[in-house]
């Protein structure tokens, strides 16, 4: 394309300055009033034939008329594209909206030296670039929501351009960066010949890509906290559950785990044997290619390797279009805004359909909100503790006399997770504790309040307030995008006003349960409200009535006594007892054994539990015994805290010798109602799966 050149740094600036207080989208409701940049009008030029210094600059909702019957008329239009800024917390791996975050579009060129790597891990999957001469022009800004949501409109010229480009070019649709999906599905198709690639396949189900050998595939590249989550919800599902947990799971970006690529010393010698296209010569200088700064660990990628064709070690790709992202947030409240996200490079998955949502994962000083879509409280004349997270704490939801949710991870009388909760047309009969991080919400703007603070008696103790909590509530307006919630010796904390500032006016106390300052038990809690010199309000605008929160951050436990084995039908040839050493079965050969493997799993608040297999490769040994053997869900909170059982399997002599092994998944009843794992969209008639452990033991068969 005929366009004005010039190198341009691939990396955005550490800090940018903070834009003015604005509103909410820079003109994002109208985007026809964004005027034409320079790129946009060269592109224009080119398919119309109309001057582009007659272009630049228009506003675009003027160029109808000038480009009238020269382009098509759609190209005129726009598309919206929609995603979401969120950071993934180090502890966790929980994913989290990042709110009041600028969102700044960009239309780029870049070209690239591309790294197909011929040696090491799983080299025939992925290949790697480094920017080498870019050139970027701002076209859009956006600031996302409190859940770190934001949508723009680009211009259907722009999209036809990359399309365009892209067509042209052989497996060029595969240049985008994987989800957790695409990673799944790769690693279950190592063993498929090449084949060409559809640019917009079919998902496949969500519980297809949940097979255990996949996950445990899987597990070199992704994150430990992803992959527990992965095989958390590879647990048994029952016909018509909710999948809409596990499928946002699989949309989010493969997070692998420093995944660099294989570069070698002898790669890097190779790298000097690429040839350039003679135009750019000059752009790059072959014996230092400074400007592709190759290090391992500044490499953009892992991306999807083409597999249907062949590809040198070392590629030079030239001018790619793409439409890029840059974020910034003031991260540390000083008025400039600091860069979260850069290198936004084929974060969009370009088609002619309908476009996917964008996720882009910002870096770990992003200040994220700890949940969004905040509740909405109606107020009346006394303060109230309305809700704990997104749940509310009225009597349907809560039981005031346990501390403990009532609809979340409800008993189940037979026992299996495919079996139906406690029937009946009465009140829920779950007691389900809480964990985490906690979010009261309630009523405190009342009788001109200014102060207000959280008392709490743990087990019938003495009355304390709650002190040392502290936290930064986002604002709708700024800057400053936030303010700061800090309480004084006494632990009063001061109204925000105006309410219509916050994202979440109603917010009382973020309550980090698990600090180490408040073990587990029973916490009464009440709200305080006073005037502006701390003098305790008259009732009834001085106190809230009581509330009851029982909090359990126990983990739940498991483990195994017994594993023997036998020909099937046989008698048992051999038993090991925990503590074990080494198992190692001797299979007589073309024989079919059996395995079985007694275990427990137990909690104070126990949930449910169950146990699977996996192999090496070939496929894992199937369960003979009832399911009833490898699984329970708790029947009764109160009576029902242990399981104990001994799980029978088969080992067909199809599969071969090698490693293989079990593990328990045990889980407690306590959960975190944030809003994650769907419990608002069920009005909490869910199953969490909060706390829980997973301990393995392998066992070694060897063909004698």
């Keep these: 394309m005929a366009r004005a050149r010039k190198a341009a740094s691939t990396r955005a600036p550490s800090r940018a300055k903070a834009p003015a207080a604005r509103p909410r989208a820079d003109f994002e409701d109208q985007p026809e009033r964004r005027k034409l940049t320079e790129r946009q009008a060269a592109y224009l030029e080119e398919i119309s034939g109309v001057a582009a210094e007659k272009l630049v600059a228009k ?105 365009r480009f892209r067509l042209k070019r052989i497996c060029y649709w595969d240049i985008f960066k994987p989800n957790l999906a695409d990673l ?7 063993e498929r010949p090449p084949i060409k690639v559809d640019p917009n396949p079919p998902d496949p189900a969500p519980f297809e890509l949940l097979d255990r050998d996949l996950l445990q595939q899987a597990g070199g590249l992704v994150d430990p906290t992803t992959l527990d989550r992965l095989t958390q919800l590879a647990a048994p599902r029952s016909f018509g559950a909710e999948s ?29 044997g690429i040839s350039l296209p003679d135009e750019h010569l000059k752009a790059v200088n072959l014996k230092n290619l400074e400007l592709a700064e190759l290090s391992p660990a500044k490499a953009i990628g892992p991306f999807l ?3 249907d064709v062949i590809v040198a070690e070392w590629q030079y790709i030239v001018d790619i279009p793409d439409i890029t992202f840059r974020v910034t947030q003031d991260v540390d409240l000083d008025g400039d805004e600091e860069t979260i996200y850069s290198e936004g490079f084929f974060d969009v998955r370009w088609n002619a359909g309908s476009i996917p949502p964008v996720i882009l994962k910002a870096s770990p000083i992003a200040r994220p909100s700890p949940f969004c879509d905040g509740p909405i409280i109606r107020c009346g004349n006394k303060p109230a503790i309305v809700t704990v997270g997104l749940m509310p704490l009225a009597s349907s939801h809560h039981n005031n006399a346990t501390g403990c949710a009532t609809r979340v991870n409800r008993p189940k009388p037979g026992g299996l997770f495919s079996d139906p909760p406690t029937p009946g ?20 703007r009342i009788g001109g309040a200014k102060y207000y603070r959280l008392l709490y008696k743990y087990e019938g103790g003495p009355e304390l307030p709650f002190l040392g909590l502290e936290w930064y509530p986002p604002r709708l307006t700024g800057p400053p995008w936030w303010a700061h919630a800090v309480a004084d010796s006494q632990g009063w904390y001061e109204v925000l006003n105006p309410a219509s500032d916050y994202v979440f006016p109603n917010w ?18 009440r709200l305080e409200l006073a005037d502006a010199s701390k003098t305790p309000l008259s009732p009834p605008a001085r106190y809230s009535d009581p509330v009851t929160l029982r909090i359990d951050n126990d983990a739940p436990h498991a483990g195994f006594s017994q594993v023997r084995w036998r020909e099937v039908g046989g008698s048992w040839v051999e038993t090991f007892t925990w503590p074990f050493a080494c198992i190692v079965i001797h299979r007589p050969k ?47 909170p109160i009576l029902d805290n242990f399981m104990s059982r001994s799980t029978l399997w088969k080992l067909p002599k199809t599969l071969p010798q090698g490693s293989y092994g079990f593990t ?41």
């Design 590 to 636: 073309n024989k079919d054994i059996e395995i079985e493997v007694s275990w427990s799993a137990w909690a104070t608040q126990f949930r449910s539990g169950f146990i699977y297999a996996t192999g090496c490769g070939a496929g894992a040994p199937d369960l003979t015994s009832s399911v009833a053997s490898s699984q329970h869900w708790h029947d009764d």
């Design 508 to 525: 009382l106390l973020n309550w980090p349960t698990t600090n180490g300052s408040f073990p587990n038990g029973n916490y009464e809690i």
């Design 664 to 704: 328990i998944h045990s889980t407690s009843r306590a959960f975190n109602p944030a809003g994650d794992g769907g419990g608002p969209g069920v009005n909490w008639k869910t199953d969490y799966d909060y706390l829980y452990i997973t301990p393995s033991i392998g066992v070694a068969v060897i063909d004698s």
């Design 425 to 444: 047309t009465g009140g829920e009969t779950a007691q389900s504790p809480y964990a985490g991080t906690l979010q009261l919400h309630g009523c405190h």
């Design 244 to 272: 809409g947990d596990l499928q946002e799971l699989l949309e989010q970006p493969a997070i692998l785990q420093d995944f660099h690529p294989p570069l070698s010393q002898d790669a890097l010698k190779r790298v000097e």
């Design 184 to 190: 799944l599905k790769e690693i279950g198709a190592l």
């Design 59 to 163: 506003p675009v909702g003027e160029l109808g008329e000038l480009l009238k019957w020269k382009i098509d008329p759609e190209l005129l239009f726009f598309r919206r594209v929609c995603g979401r800024v969120v950071r993934v917390d180090p502890g966790t791996g929980v994913i989290q909206g990042v709110p009041n975050a600028t969102v700044h579009v960009e239309d780029t060129d870049c070209s690239f030296l591309g790294f197909f790597p011929v040696e090491g891990p799983f080299w025939w999957l992925w290949w790697w670039f480094w920017p080498i001469h870019c050139h970027r022009e701002e076209i859009a800004t956006t600031i996302t929501d409190q859940c770190g949501r934001f949508c723009v409109w680009i211009p259907r010229w722009d999209i036809d351009r990359i399309l």
């Design 305 to 307: 390797r083409c597999r």
